[in-house]
T-cell receptor, first 115, second 110 residues
Framework: EPEVTQTPSHQVTQMGQEVILRCVPISNHLYFYWYRQILGQKVEFLVSFYNNEISEKSEIFDDQFSVERPDGSNFTLKIRSTKLEDSAMYFC?????????????FGDGTRLSIL | DQQVKQNSPSLSVQEGRISILNCDYTNSMFDYFLWYKKYPAEGPTFLIS?????DKNEDGRFTVFLNKSAKHLSLHIVPSQPGDSAVYFCAASAGRDMRFGAGTRLTVKP
């Protein structure tokens, strides 16, 4: 069964440094998402991406964050100047069709640790 | 963002018994509801869903019930098995995007 893959599984970065989290969505999917889960808290929506542009973003997704689909397969989340509070699990998800009722499929996440 | 609420952070059930996980939502625009299961160090895995035009959807041991007037849905697992022990997230969608509840940790004791 096709799956969403995320790399790296664990990223350790110094505060203030830039970090890029990578995702390969399921190949024929059109709609892409990033979520985060701070330890012990709920899964929080960050951003959705469709047709090469951001569709919706939450208040968490401030100017420090950006997303990109640099080629036909990768979907990346960049944090420009990391803060301690950015430490969390970051999940990528994808969905086949835009407006139909379909589940999103998730990767296993990247654990981001900011020192 | 409290559009989707799971008020029970944990639930413990004996193997073979029924597990009932509950979820409430506030946004009447939601028309598609999902349950995800999450093991430690893994991403959420889709379990079962229901459209707002239905009030029940069943898949093997898993049944989701939707009460639109009460803005409430529940997941029934019967019989519960130790391998069902995980965190269960309720999610709701209004077409494009999805919002999650805080999750309920289910422990099924042998």
């Amino acid at each position: 069964e096709p799956e969403v893959t995320q790399t790296p599984s664990h990223q350790v970065t110094q505060m203030g440094q830039e970090v890029i989290l990578r995702c390969v969505p399921i190949s024929n999917h059109l709609y892409f998402y990033w979520y985060r889960q701070i330890l012990g808290q709920k899964v929080e929506f960050l951003v959705s991406f469709y047709n090469n542009e951001i569709s919706e973003k939450s208040e968490i997704f401030d100017d420090q964050f950006s997303v990109e689909r640099p080629d036909g397969s990768n979907f990346t989340l960049k944090i420009r100047s990391t803060k301690l509070e950015d430490s969390a699990m970051y999940f990528c998800a994808s969905k086949g069709q835009v407006m139909t009722n379909q589940p999103q499929h998730f990767g296993d996440g990247t654990r981001l640790s900011i020192l | 963002d409290q559009q989707v609420k799971q008020n029970s952070p944990s639930l413990s059930v004996q193997e073979g018994r029924i597990s009932i996980l509950n979820c409430d939502y506030t946004n009447s625009m939601f028309d598609y509801f999902l349950w995800y299961k999450k093991y430690p160090a893994e991403g959420p895995t889709f379990l079962i869903s229901i459209s707002s035009i239905k009030d029940k959807n069943e898949d093997g041991r898993f049944t989701v019930f939707l009460n639109k007037s009460a803005k409430h849905l529940s997941l029934h697992i019967v019989p519960s098995q130790p391998g069902d022990s995980a965190v269960y997230f309720c999610a709701a969608s209004a077409g494009r995007d999805m919002r999650f509840g805080a999750g309920t940790r289910l422990t099924v004791k042998p």
